[in-house]
């Protein structure tokens, strides 16, 4: 391979120089006229074995315009990097990064070219796939020349020289647009938040998580109290700004890495989050109670605060317990229809896990 990347015939060449000297150094050990059978065909040979060495490097050289143009039209990012970080190859997409022009990535490291929140994405995918001498799968995210961030998918798999892996290449197709539609695809369209299609899978995700990280996942089911009636009374366009500033309440209030937020339909909402302890699961609840009356909308067929409140059914999974999220879900429902017909504008919380399957048969029973 040259400076530009380019695969030359270092081997091929050898051998045909090596052939022809030999030949060479034969004839002038002879004087002239003194040649023989054996010589003429040697000469024949040599000529077989031109012949044969110029068809091969022909090969090579289509093989090798057929590469060229795979790297320098493919829609991805192609590269690889050795064992110790450095670029050893790019392909023309590179030119489409906020970085130098694709030839001058060679003999760079990672670190040298990316911030360091990309290049500890992008090298401990690279040590993944080394490390694991098998391919992997991943999104990483890069810069674009215009300042934008792209996210691509990308495989990662190791180079290997007589067993021994000597660098990891990277193939990664840009998956931006195809996120943006799937980001539209999981949000309600009046209030941006995520919708019901997402939260089923998020909860399966959310409790797993969890439960690695030995935390709690707690459910809150979040539902406006007299909506309908307000809907009635006040009008739409009123119901919708009261739906609006609750999903930028919500958004505010749940905003840690793992925190996530859903409009699961009318005036019913969920929010998923991890915690330390019930304790804080329940405090959590009741400060979003106390903030949606401090909204201070009006709502005259509120009776007792003629106002905006809201009720909350709670449930909170201890690590490890034995419970699918379908049941959790039915759980934390259950708690906030307790809520509701004991009065609204509460928290009701399922009782939690005490570790044995007789408190999970309670759990079944809410009262």
């Not at 064992?83 to 023309?92: E, F």
């Not at 999981?186 to 899978?201: E, H």
């Not at 708690?335 to 509460?346: F, S």
């Amino acid at each position: 391979m040259n400076e530009d990347g380019r695969h030359r015939y270092p081997r091929l060449v050898k051998s045909l120089l090596f052939e022809t000297r030999s030949i060479g150094l034969h004839f002038k050990c002879r004087k002239r006229g003194e040649e023989t059978m054996s010589d003429k065909s040697k000469i024949e040979k040599l000529k077989t074995r031109i012949a044969e060495l110029e068809k091969e490097l022909n090969g090579l050289r289509s093989t090798e315009k057929i590469f060229n143009a795979i790297m320098d039209n493919a829609p991805a990012l192609i590269s690889a990097k050795d064992t110790q970080g450095n670029i050893i190859l790019t392909n023309q997409q590179f030119g489409s990064l906020a970085g130098p022009a694709p030839e001058d990535y060679i003999g760079k490291n990672v670190y040298d070219l990316f911030p360091k929140e990309i290049a500890d994405e992008l090298w401990k995918n690279d040590c993944l796939a080394r490390d694991s001498n098998s391919s992997i799968e991943a999104e990483e995210n890069v810069e674009h020349k215009d300042g934008s961030m792209h996210t691509y998918f990308t495989v990662k798999f190791p180079l290997k020289r007589d067993e021994d892996i000597f660098a990891t290449c990277a193939f990664s197709i840009d998956i931006t647009n195809l996120k943006r539609a799937q980001e539209e695809r999981d949000r309600d369209s009046l209030t941006g938040l995520y919708n019901r299609r997402l939260f089923y899978k998020s909860i399966i995700d959310e409790q797993k998580r969890a439960s690695r990280s030995n935390a709690y996942l707690a459910l809150l089911m979040l539902d406006l109290d007299h909506f309908k009636e307000l809907n009635d009374n006040l009008g739409h366009l009123y119901g919708d700004e009261v739906l609006v500033a609750l999903a930028k309440l919500l958004h505010t209030r749940f905003r840690r890495l793992g925190d996530y937020v859903f409009r699961i339909g009318g005036e019913e909402f969920v929010a998923l989050l991890t915690c330390q302890n019930a304790e804080e699961a329940v405090a959590i609840a009741e400060s979003i109670r106390t903030d949606v009356l401090d909204l201070d909308y009006v709502h005259p067929n509120n009776e007792g605060t003629g106002k905006l409140s809201i009720s909350i059914g709670l449930k909170i999974v201890a690590p490890n317990e034995p419970i699918d999220h379908e049941e959790i879900f039915r759980q934390a429902d259950q708690a906030l229809y307790q809520a509701k017909t004991h009065g609204r504008n509460q928290v009701v919380s399922a009782s939690l896990w005490d570790g044995t399957q007789e408190g999970q048969q309670q759990e079944k029973q809410l009262s």
